[in-house]
């Protein structure tokens, strides 16, 4: 019997959306094309092609390193297993650097990683200055494609945080800088389940508590904030209180916590005086 595209998906043991995401990505079509023609006979190689993919999926990896893609801000992102993907939490923090920042901002990401916070900000508003950096070299690369796919004018610079500024950037000052870094606690059970199994732990995990990065970032973005400049960055959905006290302790201006879409506490932030 020769198989087809209907019969493949009804064997793939997977959620139905994620079967057609990799049934369509293995025949290099879109998922309504591939739904819109299930009755179409898969020959041999291509019967392998997705077969591969489920077992993976079946497996655990996530289905966004198996595509290489994920959308973010409505921008289609290259993704590899070298970067955290992209979650529609962090749309958050997006979405308040866009209202928050004066015209032509000069704005700095931290840990850009696949660049989605930067290439959103860029791509939405061309007259913003956008800085990103990352201590990760591959991470940089798929920054600088994801740039590129999408017009994005930003400046790239290698780097552990502020240290990415180099020598020159000592007094380097932004009106708003934003984060997503990583903030899950060492021993925490999530780490074992799902994607986060498979994506890098240096962009998941920060210390026993989780907020090793979050404290030097509070610690140290005054100094590379204009007066009244923003600082906003995400964190987990317990963390709020945390981050609200490290803030103020830095003395930070306006500190606040911002809801998710889901209404858990996400992205924190203050004004530096
Ligand atoms: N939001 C991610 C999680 O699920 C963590 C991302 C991060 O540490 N920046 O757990």
């Known amino acids: 019997?020769?198989?087809?595209?209907?019969?493949?998906?009804?064997?793939?043991?997977?959620?139905?959306?994620?079967?057609?995401?990799?049934?369509?990505?293995?025949?290099?079509?879109s998922r309504a094309s591939l739904l819109a023609d299930q009755a179409r006979p898969v020959n041999g190689a291509e019967a392998r092609r997705i077969e591969r993919l489920f077992m993976r999926r079946r497996a655990g990896e996530p289905v966004a390193y198996l595509?290489?893609?994920?959308?973010?801000?409505?921008?289609?992102?290259a993704i590899?297993?070298?970067?955290l993907i992209p979650r529609p939490e962090t749309e958050l923090l997006v979405a308040?650097?866009?209202?928050?920042?004066?015209?032509?901002a000069r704005v700095l990401d931290l840990g850009t990683g696949s660049g989605a916070v930067a290439v959103a900000l860029a791509h939405e508003e061309p007259?913003?200055?956008?800085?990103?950096?990352?201590?990760?070299?591959?991470?940089l690369a798929l920054a600088r494609e994801n740039?590129?796919?999408?017009?994005?004018?930003?400046?790239?610079?290698?780097?552990?945080?502020?240290?990415?500024?180099?020598?020159?950037?000592?007094?380097?000052?932004?009106?708003?800088?934003?984060?997503?870094?990583p903030y899950v606690a060492a021993g925490d059970e999530h780490l074992e389940q799902g994607d986060l199994r498979f994506e890098p732990?240096?962009?998941?995990?920060?210390?026993?508590?989780?907020?090793?990065?979050?404290?030097?970032?509070?610690?140290?973005a005054q100094d590379h904030l204009r007066p009244g400049g923003w600082l906003l960055f995400e964190h987990g959905y317990d963390q709020g209180?945390?981050?609200?006290?490290?803030?103020?302790?830095?003395?930070?201006?306006?500190?606040?916590?911002?809801?998710?879409?889901?209404?858990?506490?996400?992205?924190?932030?203050?004004?530096?005086?």
């Open 127 to 139: 007259d913003m200055e956008v800085v990103a950096v990352d201590a990760s070299a591959d991470a």
């Open 96 to 104: 308040l650097a866009l209202e928050l920042a004066p015209a032509g």
């Open 80 to 83: 590899t297993a070298d970067v």
């Open 241 to 273: 209180e945390r981050c609200r006290s490290l803030l103020a302790m830095y003395g930070y201006a306006q500190v606040q916590t911002w809801p998710d879409l889901a209404g858990l506490d996400r992205v924190s932030g203050g004004r530096a005086r």
């Open 1 to 29: 019997m020769t198989a087809t595209v209907a019969s493949l998906l009804a064997a793939s043991g997977l959620p139905p959306l994620e079967a057609q995401v990799l049934a369509a990505h293995a025949l290099a079509t």
């Open 67 to 77: 595509t290489g893609e994920r959308e973010f801000f409505g921008l289609s992102l």
């Open 201 to 220: 732990r240096a962009a998941l995990v920060s210390g026993a508590d989780g907020l090793d990065a979050i404290r030097t970032i509070v610690a140290r």
């Open 147 to 181: 740039a590129r796919r999408h017009g994005a004018t930003i400046r790239f610079a290698y780097g552990d945080w502020f240290a990415g500024l180099g020598a020159g950037g000592r007094d380097e000052r932004f009106d708003v800088i934003v984060a997503n870094p």
